[in-house]
């Protein structure tokens, strides 16, 4: 079996080290004190060498090979590079406009008010009158005249104004009053914001969720009737119609507390 051990080579005597070059290069080399022991280096072919080069030698065995020229220590900081230049590129194009800030949110209005309006004044024969249930139609056989009940909502959704109304809806609880079976009340937009002297001016209607005695509903409202509230244009909804029937009596805030709540959903672009 082989043996290996004569094949071992050692690193005794060898390595980088560095010297002080006391002659020029001559015949391929020249004299060099390391260590304080001057000795003979072979110099690398083409180094220029003159006495007092601080140079750098590799040792192998007991021959010192010089490989370089080590340079003088720098007598000042390098100077920091210049940044690239990051000015955009001129294209002659013009650049998009910025994509908008979109906003959203949803704004609750609970009514200012609710009345009743009948026979040329508003109803205090019950509630207060800016707490009156709203009641639309003529009951059977009274010989009071027919009654608009309304919601109004001041000037909460306008603080709005700019915005765009993506969904709106409304509280509603029937009371009792008239017959049993579901009724649809008939949603109208009023133009005031707050309870006027004379009539309520109704505009756009629409047809309220059909609801028995004690029934309640959030009834989705349409986007064009929010708009409106945060708009300005209108600042009531009301219940009415121009025939007797059907009676119908929904709460207002003396007797639900979120009667004819508002909720608004919006969107805003800046």
């Known amino acids: 079996m082989p043996d290996f051990a004569d094949t071992r080579v050692s690193t005794a005597g060898t390595g980088m080290v560095r ?4 002659t020029a290069v001559s ?30 030698l590799a040792r192998l065995a007991s021959t010192y090979y010089v490989i370089n020229v080590v340079p003088a ?11 690239a230049d990051s000015t955009p590129v001129d294209t002659g194009d013009t650049p998009p406009a910025p994509k908008p800030v979109v906003r959203t949110g949803t704004l609750t209005c609970v009514p200012t008010a609710t009345a009743c309006y009948r ?14 249930d709203l009641y639309q139609g003529r009951y059977g056989g009274s010989s009071y005249g027919r009654n608009t009940g309304v919601a109004f909502y001041g000037s909460k959704p306008h603080t709005l104004s700019g915005a765009t109304c993506t969904r709106a809806t409304v509280q509603i609880k029937r009371l009792s009053a008239g017959d049993y079976a579901a009724r ?28 028995t005695i004690g029934a309640t509903s959030t009834f989705t409202l349409p986007t064009s009737w929010g708009q409106a509230l945060i708009d300005g244009t209108r ?12 009676y119908i009596h929904l709460a207002g805030r003396g007797s639900w507390s979120a009667a004819f709540t508002v909720t608004i959903s919006w969107r805003r672009s800046s």
């Open 27 to 56: 015949g391929n080399a020249c004299l060099v004190k390391v260590g304080g022991i001057t000795v003979t280096a072979r110099a690398a072919t083409g180094l220029t060498i003159a006495a007092g080069n601080v140079l750098l």
């Open 73 to 83: 220590a720098p007598t000042t900081t390098p100077a920091t590079p210049a940044p």
């Open 184 to 211: 649809s009340a008939t949603l109208r937009l009023v133009s005031q914001t707050s309870r006027p002297g004379g009539a309520p001016t109704l505009n756009e209607t629409t047809s309220g969720p059909s609801l």
């Open 119 to 132: 026979d040329g004044s508003w109803r205090s024969d019950g509630d207060p009158t800016n707490s009156f």
């Open 235 to 246: 600042g009531g909804i009301g219940i009415s119609v121009s025939s007797d029937d059907p």
């Open 19 to 22: 010297g002080i070059a006391q």
